[in-house]
């Protein structure tokens, strides 16, 4: 299994951005695909998942992200509104181990390599 993520950039505060995963190898709609992320000194934490039973946010980016699958469904986005400075971190898309898979990064399986989203005036 291959995951790549792309999409990330330089932004203001208040602006938007969308991330993008691809992945291949194995069937992707029957697991549950993840977004985390990891700020410098900080360890890595969940941001939007997409399971069998819907989707699921931080606290902190709820109302601001929206995580969707493509309609050919290897591919997974976070659509970023209304970002932070808080929101500058690496993210990685990643696929769950099980179709129901959410916020535990222990319950996913493959990991992206990661892209880097900067926040910044």
């Known amino acids: 299994v291959q995951l790549q993520a792309f999409g990330g950039g330089l932004v203001q505060p208040g602006d938007s951005l969308r991330l993008s995963c691809v992945a291949s190898g194995r069937a992707f709609r029957n697991y549950a695909m993840g977004w985390f992320r990891q700020a410098p000194g900080k360890e890595r934490e969940f941001v939007a998942a997409?399971?069998?039973?819907?989707?699921f946010y931080a606290d902190s980016v709820q109302d601001r992200f929206n995580i969707s699958r493509g309609n050919g469904m290897n591919t997974v986005y976070l659509q970023m509104n209304s970002v932070k400075p808080e929101d500058t971190a690496v993210y990685y898309c990643?696929?769950?181990?099980?179709?129901?898979?959410?916020?535990?990064?222990?319950?996913?399986?493959?990991w992206g390599q990661g892209t880097l989203v900067t926040v910044s005036s």
């Open positions: 997409v399971n069998w039973y819907g989707k």
């Open positions: 990643a696929q769950g181990a099980t179709h129901y898979s959410k916020s535990d990064t222990r319950s996913y399986k493959y």
